[in-house]
């Protein structure tokens, strides 16, 4: 119905910078808002940075001022840029669509990725 393909986790070193990336597709009418979540083991799954389908933006306080979304609304893509990482960053980052679908009356639908990993150590 919806697919959600993430790509661009893998190792980095503290202070780099990694990008993440994630494509949405399927029986989308419209995107209501994107973003990313991360979670470590034992831990609750956390907000890191959400946009809306106009734009606003919103991080967790962790990460303002080092990382930033973006989206792309013609091709239902939305990007995590990762700079000055640090090693608490680590965790599974997991993309999140909140989108209105086709041949439904009812509200928006929330999905996720398959969840990438995100490693900061040097």
């Known amino acids: 119905q919806v697919q959600l393909v993430e790509s661009g986790g893998g190792l980095v070193q503290p202070g780099g910078s990694l990008r993440l990336s994630c494509a949405a597709s399927?029986?989308?009418?419209?995107?209501?808002?994107m973003g990313w979540y991360r979670q470590t083991p034992g831990k609750q799954r956390e907000l890191v940075a959400r946009?809306?389908?106009?734009?606003?933006?919103n991080y967790a306080d962790s990460v303002k001022g080092r990382f930033t979304i973006s989206r792309d609304n013609a091709k239902n893509t939305v990007a995590l840029q990762m700079n000055s990482p640090k090693p608490e960053d680590t965790a599974v980052y997991y993309c999140?669509?909140?989108?209105?679908?086709?041949?439904?009356?009812?509200?928006?639908?929330?999905?996720w990725g398959q969840g990438t990993q995100v490693t900061v150590s040097s």
């Open positions: 999140n669509l909140d989108a209105y679908l086709i041949g439904t009356g009812r509200g928006v639908y929330t999905f």
């Open positions: 399927g029986s989308i009418r419209s995107i209501n808002a």
């Open positions: 946009i809306t389908s106009g734009g606003r933006t």
